[in-house]
T-cell receptor, first 109, second 116 residues
Framework: DAKTTQPPSMDCAEGRAANLPCNHS???????VYWYRQIHSQGPQYIIH???NNETNEMASLIITEDRKSSTLILPHATLRDTAVYYC??????????FGGGTRLMVKP | GAVVSQHPSRVICKSGTSVKIECRSL??????MFWYRQFPKKSLMLMAT?????????EQGVEKDKFLINHASLTLSTLTVTSAHPEDSSFYIC????????????FGPGTRLLVL
């Protein structure tokens, strides 16, 4: 079973920030938080991951709460091409990933 | 990020035939590759874990004699669907992890299989 809880769907206006929440209250100390997204009929695309500290790359920012029980993926300026299913996964590095239902993000013009 | 390719991207075959799907890590060596399948509007489900030079580890409910996995080199893993049936029609996706125990898995673009 997936160890994360995500809202099934979200809408975001084009050009605005998209904030995707994820609860992972049973995360253990050596598990990372990973975010992937899957655009229709494509393989999952890696976005970002973190352990304790907040992380930022060219695609997104990851905010992890101090107790590590939840996190938020931030797409700072959402575009129509960001419409996808976003998966939050907690995992030890190197292990297989267990996918939950994810959040279907719809970016609207 | 690292690049993982799959071939073919889509295949149509007759019931009873076998289909081979290749998964390659193009710019890194992968000690471990994973095979997933995905049905329409469903999430990815792990089928098996493939380690270079050893037998694959299959998830419960996945028939190892039907889904043959070979990981003969550090850049190539193959999945062969033997005696395919219409219910095997699905989207098959592989992922790979680098030899240095890297933290990130990279996924291939997927192979869509349709069995008639």
């Amino acid at each position: 079973d997936a160890k994360t809880t995500q809202p099934p769907s979200m809408d975001c206006a084009e050009g605005r920030a998209a904030n995707l929440p994820c609860n992972h209250s049973t995360i253990s100390g050596n598990e990372y938080v990973y975010w992937y997204r899957q655009i229709h009929s494509q393989g999952p695309q890696y976005i970002i991951h973190g352990l304790k500290n907040n992380e930022t790359n060219e695609m997104a920012s990851l905010i992890i709460t101090e107790d590590r029980k939840s996190s938020t993926l931030i797409l700072p300026h959402a575009t129509l091409r960001d419409t996808a299913v976003y998966y939050c996964i907690v995992n030890n590095a190197g292990n297989m990933l267990t996918f939950g239902g994810g959040t279907r993000l719809m970016v609207k013009p | 990020g690292a690049v993982v390719s799959q071939h073919p991207s889509r295949v149509i075959c007759k019931s009873g035939t076998s289909v081979k799907i290749e998964c390659r890590s193009l710019d890194f060596q992968a000690t471990t590759m994973f095979w997933y399948r995905q049905f329409p509007k469903k999430s990815l489900m792990l089928m098996a874990t493939s380690n270079e030079g050893s037998k694959a580890t299959y998830e419960q409910g996945v028939e190892k004699d039907k889904f043959l996995i070979n990981h003969a080199s550090l850049t190539l893993s193959t999945l062969t669907v033997t005696s395919a049936h219409p219910e095997d029609s699905s989207f098959y996706i592989c992922s790979a992890i680098g030899t240095l125990g890297q933290e990130t898995q990279y996924f291939g673009p997927g192979t869509r299989l349709l069995v008639l």
